[in-house]
Nanobody
């Protein structure tokens, strides 16, 4: 069982930056691929970024490529999402997820955090 707790969300003006963190319980963190997904009101959950267990491979959605960066620190059981040049359309609840393989498909991830709200004002 893996428990995930996100933090770092908040209210920021367009063009600003935030760094989200997701801390995982357990001693096998490096064996899990991690993903970030977001869901805005009235919209479906959307893939944002993913990273392999070792951190050697990453993927970012086209909508955030060049602005957001996923990374992880296995010594701290933590995955990060650095978000720069934020836009109002980035407003959503951001969830981290853990799974056996690195994928853009939400249903493959087994464990999910409760989410952290990110609001970008124009």
């Amino acid at each position: 069982q893996v428990q995930l707790v996100e933090s770092g969300g908040g209210l920021v003006q367009a063009g600003g930056s935030l760094r989200l963190s997701c801390v995982a319980s357990g001693r096998t963190f490096s064996s899990y691929a991690m993903g970030w997904f977001r869901q805005a009101p009235g919209k479906e959950r959307e893939f944002v970024a993913a990273i392999s267990g070792s951190g050697a491979r990453t993927a970012h959605s086209d909508s955030v490529k060049g602005r957001f960066t996923i990374s992880r620190d296995n010594g701290k059981n933590t995955v990060y999402l650095q978000m720069n040049s934020l836009k109002p359309e980035d407003t959503a609840v951001y969830h981290c997820a853990a799974g056996a393989i690195m994928t853009t498909t939400a249903s493959v991830y087994k464990y999910w955090g409760q989410g952290t709200q990110v609001t970008v004002s124009s």
